[in-house]
């Protein structure tokens, strides 16, 4: 689907032609959403999701030509599920089973060694739609004792129709790169009830042009520095040959600045989502309306926590929001906190690929969450700990160091996330000495040593009752 004005727009701007179709399909949600605000707001339902999935169609057209039928069959094909199957175990089943099966088919024959962009980068975006779908499906022919809080909101008690699951699957706002929301909400936005003013369209202009210029400002810190900062250059002879500091301090700003690619798509994302109503989330305490209800980044938690949870919590929330409700709290049965979250995490992992890299970057994130988690009821159970780290004259140099060595092994894991094969990730990880590996792993057999050092056994005692 190349075109010569579209290859020499991306040669004049140094991107692909592929990542310039993504921007301008994600960009074009706003003057939709206008549309939407103005031409469509409290009319025919069907109206609305007619429009909804001709504009999704198109989309996908755009960017992938007639590729856009592997997402129209999967969105079928689980309609039918629905209709033919129930509120069933044997409906979640196939849901599940059919569509990760069908995205990571679509993995395996797509795969290259580098990052690209094609049918499977939205897919996998429909994929938990989807599953979610038939998972809130079934949660409505239960008990509504029976049901947590999220699944009390979320719980569909009707079988939608296959226009409003289109529209659904295809709206402009969450097509792409998402963010993930629930066919209630969608059903809330068609029919108007999303807004802070009744009966009119939401307020949501300044709102989501906020969150648009957030998103270019991080789009423009990631188009100036990907340049200089390259996968390709981590590869190379000469970062091989730099100093080991200086081979760490690149992969903690190159890790920075790479994760402004997926910020600022989010961000941009969200801005859509706030304009049509969808991210409208009531309230405050204070009366003050909320319109993050599609906020899949908390921009200034993210850039300032110095912990690796904070960043995690911080960081496509709705996504990991979609995995915390339906997978790790449904392993509730497993009777292991620890067990779920190595399952939802792997769940995770093989949701972005098959490559080895995913497996590493999110093993990774299991290890270093749980050595973080020790650390801190370490500092917190230690008299000792606890004054060194409140100190007034030692918090902002703690804090500084703290911040290096979280930034340093965000990125580390990074590593293995982008360059995905075990012969490019190895041997960077190599050029470091495995460093991230061994710091987390040393850490992780010494806390409890520490523990028996530092922290007195009165409080070893309390906390064992």
């Not at 074009?28 to 999701?49: E, N, T, W």
């Not at 909320?290 to 995690?312: H, R, S």
């Not at 590493?360 to 009821?377: D, G, K, N, P, W």
Request: proline letters at 4%; one cysteine or more.
């Amino acid at each position: 689907m190349a075109t010569p004005m579209l290859q020499s727009a991306a040669e004049l701007l140094e991107t692909s032609e592929p990542a310039l179709r993504l921007i301008i399909s994600i960009l074009i949600g706003y003057p939709l959403a206008l549309v939407s605000r103005y031409c469509l707001f409290k009319k025919d339902v069907f109206l609305i999701h007619l429009f909804h999935t001709l504009t999704g169609l198109w989309i996908a057209y755009f960017n992938f030509g007639f590729q856009l039928f592997h997402s129209f069959l999967c969105i079928l094909v689980q309609f039918l599920f629905l209709r033919l199957m129930g509120r069933t175990v044997t409906a979640v089943g196939s849901s599940f089973i059919f569509q990760m099966g069908y995205l990571l088919t679509g993995y395996y024959y797509t795969a290259t060694d580098h990052y690209d962009i094609k049918w499977t980068m939205p897919h996998c975006v429909l994929t938990l739609k989807l599953i979610g779908l038939s998972l809130d499906y079934y949660d409505g022919g239960k008990d509504e004792g029976k049901l947590n809080a999220e699944q009390k909101v979320s719980a569909l008690r009707h079988v939608p129709s296959f226009s409003e699951v289109c529209g659904f699957a295809y709206f402009y706002g969450g097509f792409l790169v998402g963010p993930q929301f629930t066919l209630r909400s969608y059903q809330w936005l068609v029919a108007g009830e999303l807004t802070d003013c009744p009966g009119q369209p939401p307020n949501s202009i300044v709102p989501a042009i906020r969150r648009f210029s957030l998103g270019l400002v991080c789009l423009a810190i990631y188009t100036i520095g990907s340049p200089y900062l390259t996968d390709s250059y981590l590869l190379s002879d000469d970062y091989a040959n730099q100093p080991f500091w200086y081979r760490c301090l690149y992969i903690l700003i190159w890790g920075k600045v790479t994760l402004y690619k997926y910020v600022s798509c989010w961000l941009i994302a969200e801005g859509v989502c706030i304009l049509s109503g969808l991210g409208y989330n009531g309230h405050d305490s204070a009366g003050v309306v909320l319109w993050d209800a599609c906020a899949n980044m908390k921009v200034w938690q993210y850039e300032t926590t110095p912990l690796f949870t904070g960043t995690i919590a911080s960081f496509n929330i709705n996504t990991n929001a979609w995995v915390a409700r339906q997978v790790f709290k449904r392993l509730k049965f497993l009777g292991n906190k620890m067990f779920s979250q190595a399952a939802a995490l792997f769940f995770l992992a093989i949701w972005h690929g098959l490559h080895s890299g995913y497996v590493l970057c999110f093993s990774m994130e299991f290890l270093i969450v749980t050595v973080e988690r020790q650390v801190e009821a370490l500092i917190k159970d230690s008299p000792t700990l606890t004054t060194l780290t409140q100190n007034m004259f030692l918090r902002p140099i703690l804090y500084v160091v703290q911040q290096l060595i979280h930034w340093l092994f965000m990125g580390y894991p990074l590593v293995a996330f982008c360059l995905f094969t075990w012969d490019k990730w190895s041997k960077v990880y190599s050029s470091v000495y495995y460093c991230g590996h061994i710091f987390f792993l040393v850490l992780l057999f010494a806390t409890p040593f520490l523990r028996r050092v530092l922290v007195p056994k009165k409080i070893k005692e309390n906390k064992s009752q």
